[in-house]
């Protein structure tokens, strides 16, 4: 199995930043993708930031300027510095990581971190 901890969230004002960290452990050979995820009260999850193994990097339209996504080079922590925070983005911050797994392969989720932005 893959345990993730999540850490980083918290009460911030609009225009403030923070750093979410994501560490990925247990039966880890390679890391297909990882990514930032986030959900909002009523309403779905939703992609905000992702990064392949290449270093392709993907952001959702509301956060591009904003938020950068990054991985460490063992590539199995993966951050989300978020700066010019908006109360919009006030959500429960989701990591996934994306690993081969038999013939294909296999999602895997953090507990989430909740992030506030409020003044």
């Known amino acids: 199995q893959v345990q993730l901890v999540e850490s980083g969230g918290g009460l911030v004002q609009p225009g403030g930043s923070l750093r979410l960290s994501c560490a990925a452990s247990?039966?880890?050979?390679?890391?297909?993708?990882m990514g930032w995820y986030r959900q909002a009260p009523g309403k779905q999850r939703e992609l905000v930031a992702s990064?392949?193994?290449?270093?392709?990097?993907d952001y959702a339209d509301s956060v591009k300027g904003r938020f950068t996504i990054s991985r460490e080079a063992n590539a199995k922590t993966v951050y989300l510095q978020m700066n010019n925070l908006k109360p919009e983005d006030t959500a429960v911050y989701y990591c996934?990581?994306?690993?081969?797994w038999g013939w294909g392969s296999r999602d895997f989720w953090g507990q989430g971190t909740q992030v506030t932005v409020s003044s």
């Open positions: 247990g039966r880890i050979f390679s890391i297909n993708a």
């Open positions: 990064v392949s193994t290449g270093g392709s990097t």
């Open positions: 996934k990581v994306v690993v081969p």
